[in-house]
Every structure is written in structure tokens, then in C-alpha cells.
């Protein structure tokens, strides 16, 4: 027993000491202090945690240690940047950052949700080919072809579901009932039969609410094993299952290889874009019924009906903030009424609308963090560093967390970030800095679904103006705020309206 605590004790002392030796070789690098040589700065990034204020914690740090500091997960040294130069850096450099596959995001206690080569996740060859054929769809030029569909369907969702919902007037969770509205908007899009909207809107809502891990919590395995969610876990295996029957049926329909899809059939697509994906690795044509093709095509799904979450997040963060600014809804419900949305173009007059809602998305964007992996080149421009800091002792990858929150809030680029004020967008206001606002992100994996996604929510906005008035009903105890601990927008909280027709 005594031999096995001194080897226990050597071998501890030694792997405390390379620590220290390799943190050495690090200290040329702005690094906020460290809680202890094992832990790193989780301690503070918890206790932050436990207060809502992870996100802050950085906002504090760049203030302090600039635009670029080292921070210890643990034992691991991780970048933080907010500096636009590198970002932008990151966004066009897909050879030496390279997105991580297993995030908190797409996986749940082993059940994949949008798996590792979904639009949003797949990587190389795979994320190339799948984004060049699903391209065409969220085109900016396709825009048009979906306005007729789309306002038809959000005609119909929002004067019957709506109505219905409302009756003479009522105080309502605006997320439920935005939810159903985008659901059954996006599920036009060639995906008719595939579930109900109110079974979309409720699954990606508690899918989303389900996601707890991030990069700190899930470095403690025991506490991963404790808080596991089982019912987010049988949630995912019902709906992909649900799923399956739906694309399975499709498949038999429609010949990726000799039908062009029509360009409002999302799934049609969808199909095309991974037989050709999986050529691309294998060199060979896939059957209809290869289970590989059907569990990516369900991984896409699984993407849109998160993202499609994302839309009723966004506008519900969107009245959040007009709360706080009663004459900016005022003066945006009266542009939105007078202007009647009879085609795309009319969108464009909507001026000081598309002001709020780029507004909103800086102060509570879809994704309020993201991370790359940097393969740490061996010679070159770049040999052994990143940004210009020497990366002694690091031998290969290095983790790089950015955010999208920090960017927003940050005064150098933004005076009074935390004010909601749409005026920052007038026509007359120079553009922001690149890089400084990256709410779809940018550069080869910007978010290809931008553009659907503006049109969708300045189109639901002109829909509910012109048939309802909206009063928010926040208590001053209980007042909605964006979760500071988890990537994708998630908002604590109800977004309680007051709705009435007009």
C-alpha cells in the first residue's frame, strides 16, 4: 500500500509539475487569474453560472486582458477573441479551424439529435457538398418563390390558430403561440407530413430546454451521470422515429438523381443533397432505402426543427426588449400596419421594423457562443502560434471560444450596449464594424437560411400587427432574460403578452 501512495504521489507531482512547466511557456499570454493549477478558472466560471452571468464573466475579461486572453478549462488552455481581425480569420479558414463534432448540442445521453453530418454539423467534403445543393433552397433568389407559400400558411396560422387561441382577449405565452406559427410554416416547405405543428413547436421547444451540459459542466462526468434526461432522451428517439416513416415514403417518390426538386419541397433537397453528399465520400450511388441516407436525411430535420425554435426565440426576445423601449413598439406596429406586404418587395419598406429586429438579434442572438478547434500549424506564417502568441508546450489543437453575446455587448463597437436602441440601424448610421456583429455568423458557414429567416419573421410581424395588439405583461420580479449558460438562445423566463384582435 505504501509503494502504490508513493507511486500514486510521483506520479502526481509530476503531472502537477508539467502543468506548471507548460503554464510557464504560456505566460507571455493575457490571462485572467486562475483559481488553482487544476481546476483553472472553472471555479469562477460556475459561481458565474450560478448567477446567470457566464457570458458576462468575459465581457468583464476582454475589458481587462483585451481582445484575446488564455483561459484554463481544467488543465486545458482555451483562446477567447472578441478581436474581429481573427474571427474573420476563423470564418474563412476552415483548413486550420475545424467545428468540434461532439457538442452539447447534438448529442443528448447518446441519442443524436442533429448527428455529426447535418447542414449545421457536418465538416470537409461532407459540409461542402450538403451546403452547395441545399444553397439553391435558401437562396436569396429563392426568397420569392417562398413569400406566397409562406404568407398563405402564416395567413391561416395566424387568423384561425390565433383567433382561436386568443378569443376576445387573453394573457398568453407568446412562445407557444409563435411556435405553432413557425412550425407549421416551415413544415409547408415540403414536409406536409411530418408531424403536427403544435408537435414540432412543443419537441424542438423541449429538446432546447433539455440541453444542459456545456463546455464546463461537461467536464464532470458524475455530475453528467446525475443530471441525465431521460425523457429529452425518449423525446428524440419518438420524434426520429416519427420522422422516418415520412422520409422513407419520400424517398420512394422522388429520384435524386433524375428529378430536379421543386423549389418549395425543402425534403426534396434534403434527399438530393445527401445522395450527394455520400457519393462524394464512397463514389457510389446510394438505394432509396439505405439506412445511412434516411438517418442523415432525419438529422437534417431534426436541424430544422431547432432552428425553427430559434425563429420563435428570436421574436419572443424581440418583445423582451421592446418592453424596455414602449415608443420603439409603438412607432414599429405603425409602420408594419400601414404597410400592406402584398409581395417580397413590399418587406423592404418595413424600415425601422428590420431596425428592431437586427437590434434584438445583437442584444439575444440565436447562438450566443460558438467554438473551433485550431490545428496548430508546424511551420509557416503561423508556426507555433495563433494570433501572433508563441504556443509553447501546446502540441497540436488548442480550443477557441468566441461569442457572439461578448461581440454584441461590447462598448468599444457599441455605446450603451445593454440599451435596446433600433436607431443604431438607421440608414444614415455607418455600418458596424466587421466582425463586430455576427448574429448568422459569417464567411463560408454563415447561416444559409439567413435570408428565409428575416423574410419569415418581418412577414409574421406585418400578420400580427395588422390583426392583433400586443401589450407585453412582464412582473418586475419575474421579468424574462436570455440564459446566459447554454449556446443556443434560450430565454428564462415567459414572454407574457396581453393579445387582443383588433
Not at 114 to 127: C, E, F, H, K, P
Not at 177 to 184: K, Q, R, Y
Not at 336 to 352: A, F, S
Request: charged share 25%; glycine share 4%.
Amino acid at each position: 500500500l505504501l509503494v502504490a501512495l508513493l507511486a500514486l504521489g510521483c506520479y502526481a507531482t509530476k503531472h502537477l509539475a508539467g502543468i506548471h512547466i507548460r503554464n510557464r511557456k504560456l505566460a507571455h499570454i493575457p490571462t485572467p487569474p486562475s483559481d488553482n493549477l487544476l481546476q483553472g478558472h472553472i471555479p469562477t466560471l460556475n459561481r458565474a453560472k450560478k448567477i446567470n452571468k457566464f457570458l458576462d464573466v468575459f465581457i468583464e475579461w476582454t475589458a481587462h486582458y483585451g481582445a484575446t486572453f488564455l483561459i484554463f478549462v481544467g488543465k486545458n488552455p482555451m483562446f477567447f477573441t472578441s478581436d474581429p481581425a481573427i474571427l474573420a480569420w476563423i470564418s474563412s479558414d476552415l483548413n486550420h479551424f475545424w467545428k468540434a463534432q461532439n457538442l452539447p448540442n447534438r448529442q443528448i445521453d447518446g441519442q443524436i439529435i442533429t448527428g455529426y453530418n447535418s447542414v449545421l454539423s457536418a465538416r470537409g467534403i461532407q459540409w461542402a457538398t450538403k451546403r452547395r445543393a441545399l444553397s439553391r433552397f435558401f437562396a436569396k433568389t429563392n426568397t420569392a418563390n417562398l413569400f406566397d407559400m409562406s404568407k398563405e400558411n402564416l395567413n391561416g396560422y395566424i387568423l384561425n390558430y390565433w383567433k382561436v387561441a386568443v378569443g376576445k382577449g387573453k394573457q398568453l405565452d407568446l412562445h407557444d403561440l409563435l411556435g405553432v406559427t413557425f412550425a407549421g410554416t416551415i413544415r409547408t416547405f415540403g414536409l406536409q407530413d411530418l408531424l403536427t405543428p403544435e408537435i414540432i413547436a412543443d419537441s424542438a421547444n423541449k429538446l432546447l430546454q433539455g440541453i444542459k451540459r456545456d463546455e464546463v459542466a461537461s467536464l464532470n462526468f458524475f455530475q453528467a451521470l446525475v443530471t441525465k434526461k431521460k425523457t429529452v432522451s425518449d423525446l428524440v428517439k419518438r420524434t426520429r422515429r416519427e420522422i422516418r416513416d415520412v422520409v422513407k415514403r419520400k424517398l420512394n417518390e422522388f429520384d435524386s438523381e433524375r428529378d430536379e426538386p421543386a423549389k418549395d419541397n425543402l425534403l426534396e433537397y434534403l434527399i438530393q443533397a445527401n445522395h450527394q453528399m455520400l457519393f462524394a465520400i464512397s463514389g457510389k450511388s446510394r438505394s432509396p432505402d439505405d439506412n445511412e441516407v434516411i438517418e442523415n436525411i432525419i438529422n437534417d430535420i431534426m436541424t430544422i426543427m431547432l432552428v425553427t425554435d430559434n425563429l420563435t426565440k428570436q421574436l419572443c426576445a424581440l418583445f423582451m426588449f421592446l418592453d424596455t423601449n414602449p415608443a420603439a413598439q409603438e412607432r414599429m406596429f405603425t409602420e408594419l400596419r400601414e404597410v400592406e406586404t402584398r409581395n417580397l418587395g413590399d418587406l423592404t419598406k418595413l424600415v425601422y421594423t428590420e431596425q428592431c429586429l437586427l437590434e434584438a438579434m445583437r442584444m439575444g442572438p440565436a447562438l450566443t457562443r460558438g467554438t473551433r478547434f485550431y490545428r496548430v500549424p508546424k511551420d509557416g506564417e503561423h508556426a507555433d502560434n495563433f494570433a501572433g502568441f508563441k504556443l509553447d508546450g501546446v502540441k497540436s489543437n488548442i480550443k477557441i471560444l468566441f461569442s457572439q453575446y461578448v461581440q454584441h455587448m461590447n462598448p468599444k463597437y457599441w455605446p450603451n450596449p445593454e440599451t435596446f436602441n433600433p436607431y443604431r440601424w438607421a440608414p444614415n448610421k455607418p455600418p458596424p464594424v466587421q466582425f463586430s456583429y455576427i448574429p448568422f455568423w459569417a464567411g463560408p458557414r454563415t447561416c444559409l437560411a439567413k435570408h428565409v429567416s428575416m423574410m419569415l419573421m418581418k412577414l409574421t410581424l406585418s400578420m400580427i400587427a395588422a390583426n392583433f395588439e400586443v401589450t407585453q405583461d412582464f412582473g418586475k420580479e419575474d421579468r424574462p432574460r436570455l440564459d446566459q449558460n447554454i449556446a443556443p438562445l434560450k430565454i428564462l423566463g415567459v414572454v407574457k403578452c396581453f393579445i387582443r384582435p383588433r
